[in-house]
């Protein structure tokens, strides 16, 4: 397994941006599709977006669609999140997590289809 290791949460206003990153160890990491999720408070935890292995696919869930972004880098084993016009709805614990079918079509939304997660990241949105 590959084990991944997220930073960049913390407090924010409405309409505030903020990058998420998660750090990839062990593993060739273009070897993994990677996601993104989110749990909030009392709900389980839910899609947000992920990418292929190459970089070259990915997906949102449609409340992300628009204002956040999701990239990699694969010579530093990362890939980012960047939220941009966050809402109070986007509070929560976010997590990211490997697909080893790198180039998986669709790119995995569901959680069984990755094999690593994260221990996640705090994000708070304030209105």
């Known amino acids: 397994q590959v084990r991944l290791v997220e930073s960049g949460g913390g407090s924010v206003q409405a309409g505030d941006s903020l990058t998420l990153s998660c750090v990839a160890s062990?593993?060739?990491?273009?070897?993994?599709?990677m996601g993104w999720f989110r749990q909030a408070p009392g709900t389980e935890r839910e899609f947000v977006t992920g990418?292929?292995?190459?970089?070259?696919?990915?997906d949102y869930a449609d409340s992300a669609k628009g204002r956040f972004t999701v990239s990699r880098d694969n010579a530093k084993n990362t890939v980012y999140l960047q939220m941009n016009s966050l809402k109070p709805d986007d509070t929560g614990v976010y997590y990211c997590?490997?697909?080893?079918?790198?180039?998986?079509?669709?790119?995995?939304?569901?959680?069984?289809?990755?094999?690593?997660w994260g221990q996640g990241t705090q994000v708070t949105v304030s209105s």
């Open positions: 997590a490997a697909d080893r079918i790198a180039f998986r079509v669709p790119v995995a939304t569901l959680e069984n289809q990755y094999d690593s």
């Open positions: 062990g593993r060739t990491f273009s070897h993994y599709a």
């Open positions: 990418i292929s292995g190459g970089g070259g696919s990915s």
